[in-house]
């Protein structure tokens, strides 16, 4: 699976690891910006992911199926949610983690301070599912229009 964190700050870190099986194992991007500056990261089965990101986009049509997949975003005005099935947003406070080593990375960034990147390595170490290198990646401001 993976480990994507924050602390709620608009910095999410997330692994590279994607593991098929029991021993084919990928390197891959799994954050990804989105027009609006916000930053996106999922966890689990990669087409329902990107099902995800694509609404996210564009909001056309319905939200898709999210069964096995779990999707964070850090917006711009400063909120971190959740992408719940039928498009429904969860907002959450603080820390947060997603993927099969978010319990040790929630116990890094809530009890030790770590920094979301940190947290991901944490959970390397005791995730099979999760390794290093670790990609960073901070929420970009809105835009400010100009008035005419």
């Known amino acids: 699976m ?16 994607c593991t098929w099986g029991d021993s084919v194992k990928l390197r891959v991007a799994k954050l990804r910006r989105l ?8 966890c689990g089965h ?11 986009e564009t909001r056309k049509g319905k939200a898709p199926k999210m069964r096995n997949c779990d999707v964070l975003i850090a ?39 770590a920094s979301a990147e940190e947290a991901v390595m944490a959970a390397a170490e005791v995730d099979p599912n ?10 970009e401001p809105k835009a400010k229009r100009k008035r005419k």
């Open 2 to 17: 993976t480990t994507i964190a924050t602390r709620g700050n608009g910095i999410v870190a997330a692994d590279q690891q």
């Open 35 to 42: 027009k609006d500056g916000s930053v996106v990261g999922g």
């Open 46 to 56: 990669v087409s329902e992911i990107l099902a995800a990101v694509r609404w996210l």
């Open 75 to 113: 917006r711009p005005d400063g909120t971190t949610v959740t992408l719940c099935p039928d498009g429904i947003f969860s907002e959450v406070k603080g820390p947060m983690a997603i993927g099969s080593g978010m319990q040790a990375a929630m116990a890094a960034m809530v009890y030790f301070g």
């Open 130 to 139: 999760t390794s290093a290198p670790v990609d960073v990646m901070r929420v």
